[in-house]
């Protein structure tokens, strides 16, 4: 089985702060995917990575930044925290081996930075 | 910029009735997946439905998919409680160069007895 792990499943940050959310899965997948979802906006892609030391940004890339030296681990960087970052951030993996492979989910950080 | 309209967002029914949840998207893909989230949980993979007229079946869950209207459906029969969760549908627009996802805003269904 796919296993997509998450640092935290819930973290409480003051504004300003520096947050690291980390992703690892391990399955030797490709591609990792950081989203964040919100009530009544369902799962918005912040940044994806292809492969070690690439990435591309999603729909909402603003305010964050990611890191991939390993191509098991996926990091999501807040370099300040603000309260409109508060909310629930999903990590994705998905290998490119076969079509009909999926987006494996981990359980999920709540943030909440107050 | 691709979009993915579900609906309806909310869907509340009774045991034992059917009901269609519909995920319509506004580019060309033939790549199109559902997921399920139970609350506090994260998303499961439901279905990949990879052509068009691709159609895929789990229990009382039936997904189809008809690339041409840029539509599928997630079709519930003889609803239970244990179906109750959000559905997501997400569309594939990379053409699987690098499956990045478009999500649906999902479909709250609550199954009363």
């Known amino acids: 089985d796919v296993k997509v792990t998450q640092s935290s499943r819930y973290l409480v940050k003051r504004t300003g702060e520096k947050v690291f959310l980390e992703c690892v899965q391990d399955m030797d997948h490709e591609n990792m995917f950081w989203y964040r979802q919100d009530p009544g906006l369902g799962l918005r892609l912040i940044y994806f990575?292809?492969?070690?030391?690439?990435?591309e940004k999603g729909d909402i890339p603003e305010g964050y930044s990611v890191s991939r030296e390993k191509k098991e681990r996926f990091s999501l960087i807040l370099e300040s925290a603000s309260t409109n970052q508060t909310s629930m951030y999903l990590c994705?993996?998905?290998?490119?081996?076969?079509?009909?492979?999926?987006?494996?989910f981990g359980p999920g950080t709540r943030l909440t930075v107050l | 910029e691709l979009k993915v309209e579900q609906n309806p967002l909310f869907l509340s029914m009774q045991e034992g009735k059917n009901y269609t949840i519909y995920c319509n998207y506004s580019t060309t893909s033939d790549r199109l997946y559902w997921y399920r989230q139970d609350p506090g949980k994260s998303l499961e993979s439901l279905f990949v439905?990879?052509?068009?007229?691709a159609v895929k079946q789990e229990g009382r869950l039936m997904a189809s998919l008809d690339t041409k209207a840029r539509l599928s459906t997630l079709h519930i029969t003889a609803a239970v409680h244990d179906l109750s969760a959000t559905y997501f549908c997400a569309v594939d627009s990379s053409g699987g160069s690098n499956y990045k996802l478009t999500f649906g805003k999902g479909t709250l269904l609550t199954v009363n007895p």
């Open positions: 990575s292809y492969d070690v030391k690439m990435k």
């Open positions: 439905l990879l052509s068009n007229g």
């Open positions: 994705a993996s998905r290998g490119t081996s076969g079509g009909t492979d999926t987006q494996y």
